[in-house]
């Protein structure tokens, strides 16, 4: 039986048992925190999703005021919502932040819709809150991911402009200029292709080492010795440069310049007398019969040589040597280990020191 009541204007309003117990049901089930108050800001219904967003149970939260969940420098917001509810209004959609009953702080989106009696009078206010932490939190990412983009952007047009310059003083010939000045930056896209695909956190060694040397083929006269150690992202810009240095003269000059050559590339971790975690990596060609030696050539006088003996380990706070015998080179870089890996994940990236 459906009763009526009278509405504004004697206007009849049907009030229907079963759609009020539709809307109870809907109002308990919604994924969203829904609650009413009265227009003294006074909590009257409380829903489980409202529990499971602020922590408070319903016994809890009824008949106290709502600013419990309002940040106190955020009050006047209540006030604002009270005064646009009392003139009939909605307040839509609002970001803003609420407080837990642990303390903790929330991001929501929140909508407040007056409430009114059976004869039209507003009488208090409905408001649904969705937790938008998530959201958020992917927001704040991009953001970072965005200056860190920014920042590194500028970085390598620095590196680029530092490129044009020492190829040039190093590289007469105009073509040979853009053949080298090109393989050059190619080797940096290819540092900053894995550094995009793992969102600037940085890159696997091994798999840096693989990039740089796979235009040069002859993988399989190439080993590569060494635990799985993730690179900071300086330490990736920076080692793909001078793994590319290495492996264009070894395809013009050494190793990789014919069948019978050998390249390994090992790495570990030292630890010095005063503690002092050291990261050290070597590059060791051996070249049978091979009796020129690349330091006779005008690459290795050039900019390869800036990049091995200074640039790299210079940014990472170390040193190398580059030692030249009968039929092998050896380059050796020694850095401090906080420099060039992360070891945030001390389980995952287990250095040689660590397994």
């Known amino acids: 039986m459906t009763e009526t009541v009278k509405g504004p204007d004697n206007v009849e309003l049907p009030s229907d048992p079963l759609a009020d117990a539709r809307l109870a049901a809907i109002v308990e089930s919604s994924f969203d925190a829904i609650i009413s108050k009265d227009l003294d800001s006074v909590i009257q219904t409380w829903n489980p999703a409202a529990t499971r967003l602020f922590g408070y ?38 970001e803003t932040i609420r407080c837990r009953k642990d303390g903790s702080l929330v991001h929501i989106s929140i909508t407040v819709s007056p409430i009114r009696d059976r004869k039209g009078v507003i009488v208090g206010a409905s408001k649904v809150a969705r937790d938008i932490s998530t959201s958020k939190e992917s927001e704040r990412r991009i953001r970072l991911l965005l200056r860190e983009i920014n920042h590194r952007v500028k970085n390598q047009f620095a590196v680029i402009n530092s490129i044009i310059r020492e190829t040039a003083k190093a590289t007469a010939d105009p073509k ?3 053949t080298t000045l090109r393989n050059r930056i190619l080797a940096l896209a290819r540092s900053h292709d894995l550094l995009v695909s793992s969102e600037w956190s940085g890159a696997s060694l091994a798999e840096l080492i693989q990039h740089q040397l796979e235009p040069y083929g002859h993988e399989e006269q190439v080993a590569l010795d060494g635990d799985p150690v993730l690179l900071r992202p300086n330490a990736v810009q920076n080692l793909g440069m001078a793994f590319h240095e290495l492996g264009t003269n070894s395809a013009k000059y050494g190793a990789l310049s014919g069948e019978s050559g050998q390249v390994s590339v090992n790495w570990t971790v030292e630890r010095e007398e005063n503690g002092q975690e050291m990261f050290v990596i070597s590059w060791n060609e051996s070249v049978p019969g091979l009796e020129a030696e690349p330091s006779q ?20 706070g170390g040193s190398a040597t580059m030692e030249r015998g009968e039929g092998r080179v050896t380059w050796r870089l020694r ?21």
């Open 57 to 94: 149970s319903a016994e809890e939260a009824v008949g106290r005021s709502i600013t419990m969940l309002i940040p106190t420098h955020l009050h006047d917001e209540e006030t604002d919502i009270i005064s646009r509810i009392k003139r009939g209004e909605r307040v839509e959609s609002v």
């Open 176 to 178: 040979a200029f853009e």
């Open 297 to 316: 050539t005008p690459q290795r006088r050039g900019f390869g040589s800036v990049v091995l003996l200074r640039v790299a380990p210079q940014s990472l």
């Open 335 to 355: 850095a401090p280990l906080e420099g060039v890996l992360d070891t945030q994940d001390e389980d995952e990236h287990a250095t040689p020191a660590q397994a």
